[in-house]
């Protein structure tokens, strides 16, 4: 049975699951040659950080979706797996 809608007027309920990110073909492509674990927990560093933003900055369901769709939530992934390959 496919999963209910998120509640469009909540923000936090609109981010993706660290599972469901580590599925994404975009995360994939960020972490590859990385041990899934190591990429897993970048992604939970991200999602903690958007939850931070979120409360901080007060972002609507609307600014949380807009963000997502413009990939951000992705890039911000790609960005921590870059930083350790260095």
């Known amino acids: 049975m496919p999963a209910p809608p998120p509640d469009p007027a909540n923000p936090f309920r609109l981010l993706p699951a660290v599972e469901e990110l580590l599925r994404d073909e975009r995360v994939a492509a960020a972490g590859a ?13 991200v999602l903690s950080n958007w ?36």
């Open 33 to 45: 040659g990385l041990p899934r674990e190591l990429l897993a927990e970048f992604v939970q560093q």
């Open 51 to 86: 939850r931070e933003r979120i409360r901080a900055e007060r972002w609507t369901a609307a600014e949380v979706e807009r963000r997502i769709a413009s990939g951000a939530l992705y890039a911000a992934v790609e960005l921590r797996a870059e930083r350790e390959r260095r």
